[in-house]
């Protein structure tokens, strides 16, 4: 059993940065690769960045490459989201989630997920 909790979110101006951070309980987290979704009001929650056991490897939406990363620290149960150059569709709510197998990045992959954090990006 893994669970996760997501936090700092909020609102930032277009441009601007956040980190997000997903601590895990438990001591399975360095065994499973861990993924981040979002969800806006109306769309289906959607995959946004992923990572292996090891931090090694890394995948991205193409629609957050070359300004968002995605690392871990398996020392701290913790996951990161650095996302920067914020634009107004990044709005939605953060998921984190954690994963058995390989670096999946499709929802039905991931067997945990947290309770959510909300980024707003403010035009």
């Known amino acids: 059993q893994v669970q996760l909790v997501e936090s700092g979110g909020g609102l930032v101006q277009a441009g601007g940065s956040l980190r997000l951070s997903c601590a895990a309980s438990?001591?399975?987290?360095?065994?499973?690769?861990m993924g981040w979704f979002r969800q806006s009001p109306g769309k289906a929650r959607e995959f946004v960045a992923a990572?292996?056991?090891?931090?090694?490897?890394?995948v991205y939406a193409d629609s957050v490459k070359g300004r968002f990363i995605i690392s871990r620290d398996n020392a701290k149960n913790t996951m990161y989201l650095q996302m920067n150059s914020l634009k107004p569709e990044d709005t939605a709510v953060y998921y984190c989630?954690?994963?058995?197998?390989?670096?999946?990045?499709?929802?039905?992959?991931?067997?945990?997920w947290g309770q959510g954090t909300q980024v707003t990006v403010s035009s």
């Open positions: 989630a954690a994963s058995r197998v390989g670096v999946p990045t499709t929802l039905g992959n991931y067997i945990y």
């Open positions: 990572i292996s056991r090891s931090g090694g490897t890394t």
């Open positions: 438990g001591r399975t987290f360095s065994s499973s690769a």
